[in-house]
């Protein structure tokens, strides 16, 4: 198999990039891999978006880790509110409506909270994923929050 020339990609490559050089300690003392990696609990990400300065690599990771978690919390927060909306309109019509009704209603309320415990494990995924990236020295972008990221960083 031949290899790409330099500075194109073949098909089928990852779509994380390699960081920028900046590898070494970063301005807190950590290695820039670690700093990042470990940026995506959601607090150790904002102190270190506040402390860090000047490696932008650890920046970034802080960044989207801030930005996946207000995200994170927003999904679960109106999951929350759509499964509560839904239990008390089911237990109106089960209670106005007979048994029928209220009993194919609550089937449908059973797969809303379902999705309330089957959301948080693929977002916790993709968070984990991420970290796993960062420690690996990728820049590794999701969807839409990776790019917003990549704009505040290089304010």
């Given at each position: 198999m031949q290899?790409?020339?330099?500075?194109?990609?073949?098909?089928?490559?990852p779509t994380?990039?390699?960081?920028p050089p900046q590898g070494g300690k970063t301005s807190t003392g950590l290695e820039?891999?670690?700093?990042?990696?470990?940026?995506?609990?959601?607090?150790?990400g904002l102190?270190?978006?506040?402390?860090?300065?000047?490696n932008r690599f650890v920046r970034f990771h802080a960044m989207q880790s801030i930005l996946y978690g207000v995200c994170w919390s927003v999904i679960m927060i109106a999951l929350i509110f759509v499964g509560m909306?839904?239990?008390?309109?089911?237990?109106?019509?089960?209670?106005?409506?007979?048994n029928g009704a209220g009993s194919l209603f609550g089937i449908f309320?059973?797969?809303?909270?379902?999705?309330v415990w089957i959301v948080p494990f693929?977002?916790?995924?993709?968070?984990?994923?991420?970290a796993v990236k960062a420690y690996q020295g990728l820049i590794f972008k999701l969807?839409?929050?990776?790019?917003?990221?990549?704009?505040?960083?290089s304010k």
């Open positions: 290899n790409p020339p330099p500075g194109q990609e073949s098909y089928g490559t994380a990039t390699p960081a820039a891999n670690i700093a990042a990696a470990i940026s995506y609990i959601w607090v150790v102190i270190f978006f506040f402390l860090e300065k000047d909306i839904f239990t008390f309109v089911g237990a109106a019509i089960a209670g106005t409506a007979g309320i059973s797969l809303v909270w379902l999705l693929g977002l916790f995924v993709g968070l984990i994923l991420s969807p839409i929050i990776g790019n917003m990221a990549e704009k505040i960083v």
